[in-house]
């Protein structure tokens, strides 16, 4: 199932906290694992950019409480933050640069010192959002979101214009498909689709309307947003029509 109601996923959203939920929630609500995964790093990745900076200047003092003993990631238990974005500011206070620090992510088993080297290993074990190897996994999800709706559209015998194309032709706001002659779906004309490798809801679907949809529907008129891993059941757009993954299996 991948269309949630209100209802359901404010009890979803709020009981989700960590990868060991998945598997409750899947099974009481009827919802895939990759839908729960999307929803619990977007809650991630929201909860974090809310706390930064009320985090970000506490930095010296946590510092301060690694240098004492404990771990980066009891600290970052302690503080309700991802392990890799703790271990960020405590090495940020001791003066590590922004380009040390990824490099220490990317090879972690090349850091001298035996216990920052432990402790980042476990921080990138518990983190499943700032992580260089989960970045590299949500681009590649999404290229092939992309690529899936790719073959379905020429399965449709649609031609179209792609967003690499697009920047080629200085279009200056373009979705991932614009479509050279209309599709009829659902007694609309469909001019356009773009792909989200993520979960519609509200905040979600508000944000991409501002950002992008609505100027999409300005410049060309009706369209399809495919997000992937589902969306809200009350969800409506004008002119635009939500789906999800299993319109292309």
């Known amino acids: 199932m991948t269309m949630i109601s209100s209802r359901d996923y404010k009890i979803v959203y709020g009981e989700l906290s960590v990868g060991s939920d998945l598997r409750e929630l899947g099974v009481r609500f009827g919802l895939k694992i ?5 929803i619990l790093h977007q809650k991630i990745v ?3 950019m809310h706390k930064h900076h009320q985090i970000q200047s506490t930095a010296h003092k946590l510092k301060n409480t690694w240098e004492q003993g404990k ?9 309700n933050y991802p392990p890799v974005m703790t271990a960020w500011l405590i090495m940020e206070s001791k003066g590590l640069s922004r380009g040390v620090f ?8 090349k ?7 432990k402790e980042i290993l476990n921080a990138i074990k518990e983190d ?13 999800r999404s290229k092939m979101v992309e690529e899936k709706i790719r073959k379905w559209l020429l399965k449709n015998g649609m031609t179209f214009i792609d967003e ?8 200056k706001k373009t979705p991932d498909f614009l479509l050279k002659k209309p599709m009829d779906f659902e007694k609309q004309k469909i001019r356009w689709v773009e792909c989200k490798a993520s979960f519609g809801d509200e905040t979600e ?12 529907v300005e410049l060309y008129g009706d369209g399809i947003v495919v997000y992937w891993d589902g969306f809200l059941e009350d969800i409506k757009l004008d002119n635009i029509t939500l789906l999800s993954d299993e319109m292309f299996k």
């Not at 990824?102 to 088993?109: C, D, G, I, Q, S």
């Open 71 to 79: 771990t980066i990631n009891q600290i970052a238990k302690e503080i």
């Open 34 to 38: 990759d839908t729960l995964t999307s």
């Open 102 to 109: 990824r490099a220490m992510l990317r090879n972690p088993e």
């Open 164 to 171: 690499k194309e697009a920047k080629e032709k200085n279009h």
């Open 128 to 140: 499943v959002v700032y992580t260089p190897q989960a970045i590299e996994g949500q681009m590649k």
């Open 111 to 117: 850091i001298p010192n035996k216990r920052l080297k």
């Open 46 to 48: 929201r909860e974090t």
């Open 205 to 216: 679907v508000k944000r991409d309307y501002r950002k992008q949809l609505r100027h999409y």
